[in-house]
């Protein structure tokens, strides 16, 4: 399992600089003068730090981005980053700075110098989820990177200051990790006792076994993963961390390990990428981790259903009625319209046990999602305008992007079924939108409920600011921040 990179905060060290190997970062803003340590290390390089700050492609750079002078004159260092970034600044900015000393990260380490910047914790935030890495199953050696230090002015304030962003930090490479493994490795089985091993966190963890899903009457859930040699499972997690017998906060995530789409089986092209379909059990995972590592004074109960969704002469049909927890009887028209039924379980399951104050679900559910949003946005559905604002407030304030869809009785009359009480999909066009009203179907009135569709966010094909190509860990900073700033006393 990967951690972040390990970052040590000390104080300024001026004399130190010149022996210092590896890479040396340091902050400047055009216009302004230059901190101490860029003036000492100004005079180390002869005045060359002072001519990039000075210099037009320094000039033409974003906050927050760098240019580098390599193996500078008068340093042990091979490479000086020189990062634009103003004294007084935003937190996106300020962890942009981090991510861009990130990512030159080698064995031989990085010092970098944020002396009195009030933003020095968030810059060590962003450095740390750039700094990811998914190398498990690589077998080419490969040195792993050197230590990272952030000189500061006060390095106990700002280590204390940092430490929230370190529990956060560790959710977000949990989920990542998840996320990024394959499904051979990833298994239901793994999943569950990757999840059961945070018991030594505090956490405690409750696995639901096929027999006693089939004893409680999860028949969709159960229908998905009928066809898999790997068991379904539910997953519970709860943090006890509010006043005693207060009512929780539930999140439920769709866990699918790997989605074929069954009998209504995808094409192979892009098939690979179906092991992220577990992506909202992974931000569940991750949510969890972080509340626990951070003694969150705040109830919350985490509930995952992992499945796998494979082809077999076992496997559901389309056609096939299926009962759910509730009661209600879905006609499965579509077999890779899966997520939707392991979900109307698991969140009826939560209700109905943990007597939640709010419920939200987060599921890699429709590629229509994508369609409307592209990968810039997740799409939040909700009965409950207050309880979206307040999500959507604190996905803004950490940069992830949500966006509120429509939901509505036209879009719900598609799901009617000849044979049963629903079917499971509705017709192509709006099809995150008719998801959605299935998934409400399975929330009891009056309570409060926010559908996240994560399948655009989950993972990137492309370097993103706070973390590399591939799994995001999208969801367990907005979550944290809604949990820290709404459900703790």
Known sequence: MSHPIRIDFAATDLEALAARPGRLAVLADPGQPLSPAARRLDRLTRGAVARAVASESFSRLKAGEGLELTYPGGLAADVVQVIRLPK??????????????????????????????????????GLALRAYDFTAH??????????????????????????????????????????????????????????????????????????????????ALLGVGQGSESPSKVVILHWRGGAEGEAPLALVGKGVVFDTGGISIKPAG??????????????????????????????????????ENMPDGRAQRPGDV????????????????????????????????????????????????????????????????????????????????????????????????????????????????????????FIRPGMPWIHLDIAGTALSKKDLTLSPKGATGWGVMALNRLIRDGYEG
């Open 88 to 125: 007084k600044t935003d937190v996106a900015t300020a962890r942009k700075a981090g991510s861009t000393a990130a990512r030159g990260l080698g064995p031989q380490g990085l010092t970098l110098l944020a002396e009195g910047h009030a933003l020095a914790a968030e810059i060590a935030f």
């Open 270 to 307: 892009g098939m690979e990428e179906m092991t992220m379909d577990m992506g909202g059990a992974a931000t569940v995972a991750g949510v969890m981790r972080t509340l626990a590592l951070r003694k969150a004074k705040a109830n919350v109960v985490g509930l995952v259903g992992l499945v």
């Open 138 to 219: 690589k077998t080419a050696e490969r040195k792993p990177a050197g230590t990272v230090t952030l000189m500061v002015t006060h390095p106990e304030v700002v280590a204390a200051a940092a430490a929230p962003g370190a529990a956060v930090a560790e959710g977000v490479v949990f989920a990542r990790d998840l996320v990024n493994e394959p499904a051979n490795i990833l298994t239901t089985h793994d999943f569950a006792a990757r999840l059961a091993a945070m018991q030594e966190l505090g956490l405690e963890v409750e696995i639901l076994e096929e027999e006693e899903l089939f004893r409680i009457g999860m028949g």
């Open 322 to 441: 299926v009962r759910t927890l509730k009661g209600d009887t879905v006609e499965v028209i579509n077999t890779d319209a899966e997520g939707r039924l392991v979900l109307a379980d698991v969140l009826w399951y939560a209700q109905d046990r943990f007597k939640p104050k709010g419920i939200i679900n987060l599921a890699t559910l429709t590629g229509a999602i994508i369609v409307a949003l592209g990968h810039d946005f997740a799409g939040a559905f909700s009965n409950d305008d207050a309880f979206c604002d307040a999500f959507l407030a604190a996905a803004r304030a950490e940069g992830e992007g949500a966006w509120r869809m429509p939901m509505g009785d036209s879009y719900d009359a598609r799901l009617k079924s000849r044979i049963a009480d629903m079917m499971n999909v509705g017709g192509r066009d709006g099809g995150a939108i008719v998801a959605a009203c299935f998934l409400q179907r």
